[in-house]
């Protein structure tokens, strides 16, 4: 996730984690000015696409490699699996959990416990899936190697029938689905996608096509999520990862952001954003949070409307996200929380 190539052919890669980024960022700015509920909404909405282009990317990048287990397994470690650990601490460091006896080996201890069952943070829920899919990597390297593309088109097909599809026949109808088919399930799809997806070359009408029909789910994502609120409808799906509208919003954002030229000068603003994405991901929360009660800044989370602070917000979060992330990665010592 946090490799950036100087390659003009993967520029677009930087460009995912910049915009991935920002969009999780501006998720979680907590607004609460006026303006449209249909606006923030719509906002929100975008933001979904996030999280899957990250597996999407991973996908694409890590599947047609050939290393050995230890040097795989050595390089998530160094750039994920460290970084996520000690950002977890921090992360319950930071809510002081556990302070009220004060530090000792017990302490230590419950921080352990509680980091390997589950996320210290809501955002960190994104690691405990990806390095679930990391330590299935080299199975799927095999799988990808050797598959024809036929046998890929039917993975990919017969995850989204049994993940999106299913998923949305349990939630509104009374249909159950008994079959074992735990095989297919979680985001294993997103990560086959990126590497599928990389194989096509498109069109400009075929581009036009797809701007145009994501704009359109998009606006329909917003419309179901809004009645579901309004209609106390108690259903998550319209913004669920694996729900099948955020599916098909994903996969047309990949092909439409790797799809865009990107020139040299662009490119030199974007690398360094890149490489700071992860980063960015890891410490925005704490940015945020500070951000809202700082004298002469907390006013802004309910100044103006909605359609123009969101974004700004966000990218207010993003950009001191990034001044924190680009000075950390300078000293040594700290860079091994953000490599």
Known sequence: MNTTSSSSTLRWVDLIRVIGAFLVVMAHVSYKGEGSVLVSTYYFVLSRVAVPLFFMMSGFLLLKKEEPYGVFFRKRAVKVVVPFFIWSVIYLLWKREGFESGFSLDLVVSYIVKIIRGPRENHLWFFYALIGLYLFTPILR??????????????????????????????????????????????????????????????????????????????????LDFQSNLLKWNTQYFVSYLGVNIVLLTVIAFILLREIPISDRLYAFLAPLGRASFGIYLVHVIVLAILEQMPGVSGWFSAGSSVYMIPLLGLLGFMVSYVIVAIIQKIPVLRWSMP
């Open 142 to 223: 095999v799988f990808v190697a050797r598959a024809s593309r036929l046998d890929l088109y039917y993975f990919c097909a017969l995850w989204f029938l049994v993940v999106p599809i299913f998923s949305l026949l349990q939630e509104f109808t009374p249909v159950k689905i008994g079959f074992e088919l735990y095989f297919v399930a979680g985001y294993t799809g997103y990560f086959l996608l990126g590497h599928v997806l990389g194989l096509f070359e498109y069109t400009r009408i075929q581009l036009y096509g797809l701007a145009a029909l994501f704009l359109f789910l998009s606006l329909v994502t917003t419309y």
